[in-house]
């Protein structure tokens, strides 16, 4: 008994700490594929902000209000996954008490805001203020990691070309060592 309590602590000290020093964190709910988010943590919740324009994309994520989500944490010394948790999503209420807490801290680590000045008043028009909060079940730590890598392929677009070097390459890197 006092094992697992300890265990639970542990895990519990774990998430918030990773989830606090990491500028993004993997979030997959109920839908679709992991994605990328950043965020911050405050009063025990890791606190994000999407879906309006200009903003990380959330709805297909299948985030929902009382649902559920995964979440995962990397290393912030090894860049490697270092704790995924599993998450109740609480969608805040505009102008509500913790709305407003969130939308506070969150609007000071939102760069290049196109508009600075009217940001809140666009976020509770038009987007969503999400809390995970951790149910203190991690489904990977140290010690209790899968064998497999994770590694998704990267999505089809246009952007992602493969195409041989030119054979004229090699011989111009050559002689960029000479001189």
Not at 67 to 77: F, I, N
Not at 87 to 92: G, M, N, Q, S, T
Not at 110 to 134: G, H, I, Q, S
Request: hydrophobic content about 40%; aromatic content about 4%.
């Amino acid at each position: 008994m006092t094992e697992t309590v300890s265990q639970a602590l542990h895990d519990r000290a774990l998430i918030e700490e990773a989830t606090k020093k990491s500028g993004l964190i993997w979030v997959r709910g109920t839908a679709g594929p992991s994605r990328a988010l950043w965020h911050l943590w405050l009063d025990g919740a890791a606190c994000l902000i999407g879906d309006g324009a200009g903003e990380q994309p959330l709805a297909d994520l299948g985030l929902a209000d009382g649902g559920t989500a995964t979440v995962t944490v990397r290393s912030k010394d090894k860049g490697g996954r270092l704790v995924a948790w599993q998450a109740r999503v609480v969608e805040l209420s505009p102008e509500s008490e913790a709305w407003q807490a969130a939308v506070d801290e969150l609007k000071g680590k939102r760069l290049n805001a196109p508009d600075a000045e009217t940001l809140t008043e666009r976020w509770a028009r038009e987007c969503r203020v999400l809390r995970l909060e951790p149910t203190g079940e991690t489904t990977q730590r140290p010690g209790q990691m899968p064998d497999e890598s994770h590694a998704a392929p990267a999505p089809a677009s246009p952007a992602i070309t493969r195409r041989p070097a030119p054979a004229a390459l090699p011989k111009l890197l050559r002689r960029g060592r000479k001189g």
